[in-house]
Structure formats: C-alpha cells, structure tokens
C-alpha cells in the first residue's frame, strides 16, 4: 500500500525522502497485521487510516516550510530588481565576515551609486526609474561571480560583496563595474537614458567591523562621485 503525500514529486528531496520512509514504515506495520495471520480487519483498517494521516501530516508541513522559504525570500529581496534588499544585504555581509573569521578569508565591498538619477525620474517618470533600476541590477550580476552577492540597498545605491578575493582583485572588478555601468544606455519609449553611476569599495578581513566597512566604501565612493566627472545623466 502506498501512503498518498502531499507533494509534487521531484520538487524536494527531503519531502521524497520522508515518503519514502513513511511508505517503508507502513509496508512493515501492514505486514504485521496481515490478513493471512492476524483476521483482524477493524485493526487493519484503523492502521492505514492512522498511516494516512500522519502522511498527510508530512505533507503539509513540507508545505508549510516551502512557505516559509518562500516568505523569507521575499524578506530579503527587492522587489523592482530582484536582487537582495538591505536586510539581505546585513545577512550577506554577516555570513561574509564570519567565514573570514572562521576561514581567513578575505573580501571586499562595492558601493555604486547612480549620478543624477532623480532626473530620470523627473524627466520620464518613476516608471522608467524602475526600468533603469533593473537595468543596473542585470550589470551587476554579469559583473559577479557565484559567490558574490549582490544588493539593492536603497533608492538608487547598490551594493557588491566580492566574497574570498584579494585586494587588487577587487580593484580591478571596482574599475570594470564602473565601466560597465557609464557604458549602459537604458532605452526607454524611444528615447536614451546613458547611466552613470559611480564606484567605491573598501577590502575586508577577519577582524573588520561591517559598520566601518560600509562606510569606507562609501566614502570612497562619495569621492569618485565628486572627483570632477560629470554627474548628469545623457537623456538623449
């Protein structure tokens, strides 16, 4: 007899597993109260209504837990660009330090902020902000590898953890973010959006207070942002 489990099969290891057992407990304890030996048909019965729910049960906290993956996901996700949101981003920079202080890792951060983004939206409205956004976001993640994380952290300002590199490695992923982005054109109802955006990071060890490495970042951001380049954006 196999015992019905409410989920989709392949969806979940865990929960095939856990049907698994639950099949394999219930072939044994149906064994035992074979009818060829034991007559007792009330008692069978009783055994595969018991099995039944307590599959179900399963079943429905499997569910309950693919919920709760799925709602904590959504805690940690920005919504118009999908990539983390600064909750998110807090987590990823703990998780960053710990295996630092654990491993000897190091690392570094990103700050990137967009130069004159609130014409945009002036200009063309808070939807084509929206559409530059995710446009930034999509840079981002073809800038990063598998174990970088990526954060949107509010209004127009993003950040990048570059997880287990060196110091000139993140130089130079810092100068080829910055490139990438003023070489992003945005086209939206005919028109042109040319991004710019400025870069700063800042390296991180095993002893680095996150607090202070965001700030560093951002300040060395700031002073790309105010080095003498151009901060209007090209509506063309």
Known sequence: ??????????????????????????????????????????MRRLLERALTAAAEAQGQISEQKC????????????????????RGFSEAMSRSL??????GETGALLVIDLDGFKAVNDTFGH??????????????????????????????????????????????RARLTEVYLNGLVAPWQGRNIQVRASVGSHCFGADSDPDEVFMRADSNMYNRKTGGRSTKPNLA
């Open 67 to 86: 919920e709760i993956e799925r709602l904590r996901a959504l805690s940690v996700t920005d919504e118009t660009t999908g990539l983390l949101n600064r």
């Open 98 to 103: 710990d295996r630092g202080q654990r491993y």
């Open 1 to 42: 007899m196999d015992i019905p489990m409410q989920y989709r099969p392949g969806e979940d290891a865990q929960t095939e597993k856990m049907a698994e057992q639950v099949n394999a407990v219930a072939s044994q304890l149906l064994d035992a109260v074979d009818p060829a030996r034991n007559p007792d048909q009330a």
């Open 127 to 172: 939807a084509a902000g929206d559409h530059v956004l995710a446009s930034v976001a999509r840079v981002l993640k073809n800038c990063v590898r598998a174990v970088d994380d990526v954060a949107r952290i509010g209004g127009d300002e993003f950040a990048v953890l570059l997880n287990q590199t060196t110091a000139e490695n993140a130089a130079e």
